[in-house]
T-cell receptor, first 113, second 111 residues
Framework: DTGVSQNPRHKITKRGQNVTFRCDPISEHNRLYWYRQTLGQGPEFLTYFQNEAQLEKSRLLSDRFSAERPKGSFSTLEIQRTEQGDSAMYLC???????????FGPGTRLTVL | RKEVEQDPGPFNVPEGATVAFNCTYSNSASQSFFWYRQDCRKEPKLLMSVYSSGNEDGRFTAQLNRASQYISLLIRDSKLSDSATYLCVVTSNFGNEKLTFGTGTRLTIIP
């Protein structure tokens, strides 16, 4: 499968714990995006990378959230000191600069108890 | 006010019927417009882009009215497989770096 992959698919954690999610984009895509989706809502933009550079961050991305894309390939999203309000589906997408269409991965569903 | 507003539905329509969804956006600087489809517990997938001239893809027709900041999607001869949530999406630039989604409209096609 050459689509966007995300791991883990599901994560259950206790409040206060740290969690890290991984996204592997489509191999030739240089842009990578993170979104968050809660029940009954559309996805909300969190942050965006072009190659290894993080070019935009939403104000939704509090100090407890950090994203990296160290070699311009896969990306990680870490949430420190998780809160119940962090429970959501975290979606990753990738695109190429020339085509522009964003292809989404299956998401990581986070539940904070 | 949300940047992109949609009627969340649900819309329950019989198979073969025509159904129309509407969406409004608040940022007049928005540049690109899309409809995405999201099946239950799946990721969003691009259904079609939306242009001022209108565009059609099989049973699906999308229309953009920039003056009214209004986007529409029409589905003709609806199929059971059309059951999904339809997300209206805008971007503020042609590079499409940041997609802004509506809440989505849930459609169920009834046999």
């Amino acid at each position: 499968d050459t689509g966007v992959s995300q791991n883990p698919r599901h994560k259950i954690t206790k409040r206060g714990q740290n969690v890290t999610f991984r996204c592997d984009p489509i191999s030739e895509h240089n842009r990578l995006y993170w979104y968050r989706q809660t029940l009954g809502q559309g996805p909300e933009f969190l942050t965006y990378f072009q190659n290894e550079a993080q070019l935009e961050k939403s104000r939704l991305l509090s100090d407890r959230f950090s994203a990296e894309r160290p070699k311009g390939s896969f990306s990680t999203l870490e949430i420190q000191r998780t809160e119940q309000g962090d429970s959501a589906m975290y979606l990753c997408a990738s695109s190429s600069a020339t085509v522009g269409e964003q292809f989404f991965g299956p998401g990581t569903r986070l539940t904070v108890l | 006010r949300k940047e992109v507003e949609q009627d969340p539905g649900p819309f329950n329509v019989p198979e073969g019927a025509t159904v129309a969804f509407n969406c409004t956006y608040s940022n007049s600087a928005s540049q690109s417009f899309f409809w995405y489809r999201q099946d239950c517990r799946k990721e969003p997938k691009l259904l079609m882009s939306v242009y001022s001239s209108g565009n059609e893809d099989g049973r699906f027709t999308a229309q953009l009215n920039r003056a009214s900041q209004y986007i529409s999607l029409l589905i003709r001869d609806s199929k059971l497989s059309d059951s999904a949530t339809y997300l209206c999406v805008v971007t503020s630039n042609f590079g499409n770096e940041k997609l802004t989604f509506g809440t989505g409209t849930r459609l169920t096609i009834i046999p």
